[in-house]
């Protein structure tokens, strides 16, 4: 029985989410984002598309045996090989879903090269093989809302009756709007029979800015799951955000009287981590999870808050697991001090990660007389990780008016240490000389930006560096009073996701045929 009051969550930050270019995530990670996603309540956790990688697989495999709570999906292509191995990764799960697609729409039928009939066929044939396999199948007719309507609504009852319990409808290239959106779902239900029997979902992506609009209009349509990520993160200009559409459920349940299983307390602890773990901060001004988003500059704006915040706030900062605090952080301030306030800030770390942040806040507290909010942020948000191939051990940078400048570099490259000079136009590029000298690489250098993250000569610089090799993209970020030793540190994390690109595009990977990029 479907409940109509219930929208599910469906999560796909480590599947569509890390697909973002340059938003690649290490094995640990991904299992780390994964648990945080099962804490908050996340209905499904699409943990990943198992054929496209060996680690792609051992991370859905892995994710299926630890995860307690959720159902955990896998992406598979039309084809035996693909659902095969999806389940396989899902098997172990408390609660596994196969989650299969192909494009439906005239542009996307070309690529298979399959007519109506044939493609019809292969719809029937495959969804049949995932339920023989699973009792828990999605299936997803990819670019639905530029396929035409009589032919979607034909799939649409072809995958129902071959045993599809959830049918997504996706907004593949973020093409509709929200009357569209809704009227699409109504349409289904009105003329698929057995239409009312499963559950159709919506997944909408942003690149007209509608995403959530979108999915919140499905949803008053009849849709009961909401495909979403993290921060709003994935292809292009991103997915539907997670936080937004559960916050908008809950602020507006006057006119929206859904529900979701999310505990929204824990939304700005994990949209902190995803966007550590990706390397994708998040833009000031982006709704619930922004630097700005309680923020109140203008006098008529502060004033009222001061009488009263319902003036100008909607939404309570705790809410979204935010709260106010009046510990000031410095050199004498202890763990307990430091987990208190990172948890007011939205963090809530394990003892290893705290230990790891204590020791470089130590550090700072050394060099600063008071360490702010944003500064203990840009400790959290270092993305350093233990399987890093390589790691900066000692930088000396010689700079000034009279040249040249150069860069003496220790690096520990697969627990080898090595040490380089070298000479550049200015200390940054020669230290970035100096690294590719000691492990050399074709990658471009793509962007290099520098922010301070707060006031003051001692303020921390967080540097943003993005690499591409061959189509691949990778970020690094870190942040350091020094932003020499800042822009080294984010340059060698942008190297490691690399490193961790190639292993997923390694051959071997059968990707080949129908692409995945952009499923759902």
Known sequence: MIDKDRVLIFDTTLRDGEQSPGATMTHDEKIEIAGLLDEMGVDIIEAGFPIASEGDFKAVSEIAKLTGRAT????????YKDIDRCWEAVRHAKSPRIHTFIGTSPLHRAIPNLDMDQMAGRIHDTVSHARNLCDNVQWSPMDATRTEHDY?????EIAI?????????????????????????RML?????????????????????MATANALAAVEAGARQIECTINGLGERAGNTALEEVVMALKVRHDIMPYRTGVDSTRIMNISRRVATVSGFPVQFNKAIVGKNAFAHESGIHQDGMLKNAETFEIMRPTDIG????????????????????????????????LNDVFVRFKDLADRKKEVYD?????????????????KIKTLRVVCGTEGPQTADLTMEIDGEEKTVHMTGDGPVDATFKAVKALFPIKARLQLYQVNAVTEGTDAQATVSVRLEEDGRIATGQSA??????????????????????REKSAPGADTKGVSYKDAG
């Open 72 to 79: 955990i999906c896998g992406l598979a292509r039309a084809n």
């Open 152 to 156: 979607l609504c034909r799939v649409v």
């Open 480 to 501: 350091d009073t020094d932003t020499v030793l800042a822009s080294a540190k984010a340059y060698v994390n942008a190297i490691n996701r690399l490193l961790v690109r």
């Open 374 to 390: 944003d500064d203990l942020i840009a400790l959290v948000r270092q993305n350093d990780a233990a399987e890093d191939r390589l």
């Open 189 to 209: 239900l009105e003329r698929v029979p057995g239409a009312d029997t499963i559950i159709f979902a919506t997944h909408c992506h942003n690149d007209l800015g």
């Open 161 to 185: 009756k071959a045993g599809a319990t959830t049918i997504n409808i996706p907004d593949t290239v973020g093409y509709t709007a929200p009357r569209e959106s809704s009227d699409l779902i």
């Open 322 to 353: 935010l709260s106010e605090t009046n510990l000031v952080m410095g050199k004498h301030s202890g763990r307990a001090a430091l987990r208190s306030k990172l948890r007011d800030l939205g963090f809530e770390l394990a003892d290893n990660q």
